[in-house]
Nanobody, 115 residues
Framework: QVQLVESGGGLVQPGGSLRLSCSFS????????MSWYRQTPGKQRELVAS???????SYAPTVKGRFTISGDSAQSTVYLQMNSLKPEDTAVYYC?????????WGQGTQVTVSS
């Protein structure tokens, strides 16, 4: 059973930075893709950033230029560097990994951007 553990969330002032980390275990093969999603109450989970096993990245327009996803599927780790944070970035952030066409999810970490 693949398990994911996220860390790095917290409270930060607007304009500040946070780095989210996700490590996963229990997989016998490398992940095809690793992603970060976020969700606020009453809204659907939205894709924030994704990185393929080959290293190609993509971002939601709302975070492009401010957030950077990185990771190593062989090392089973993925990170999200978040800079210039805005109050609208407040959400629960989830790490997701795709292994043999199945998505696995972490428990989520709260990010709150507020003065």
């Amino acid at each position: 059973q693949v398990q994911l553990v996220e860390s790095g969330g917290g409270l930060v002032q607007p304009g500040g930075s946070l780095r989210l980390s996700c490590s996963f275990s229990g997989n016998s093969v490398n992940a095809n893709a690793m992603s970060w999603y976020r969700q606020t109450p009453g809204k659907q989970r939205e894709l924030v950033a994704s990185i393929s096993g080959g290293g190609a990245t993509s971002y939601a327009p709302t975070v492009k230029g401010r957030f950077t996803i990185s990771g190593d599927s062989a090392q089973s780790t993925v990170y999200l560097q978040m800079n210039s944070l805005k109050p609208e970035d407040t959400a629960v952030y989830y790490c997701g990994v795709n292994i043999i066409l199945t998505w696995y999810w972490g428990q989520g970490t709260q990010v709150t951007v507020s003065s």
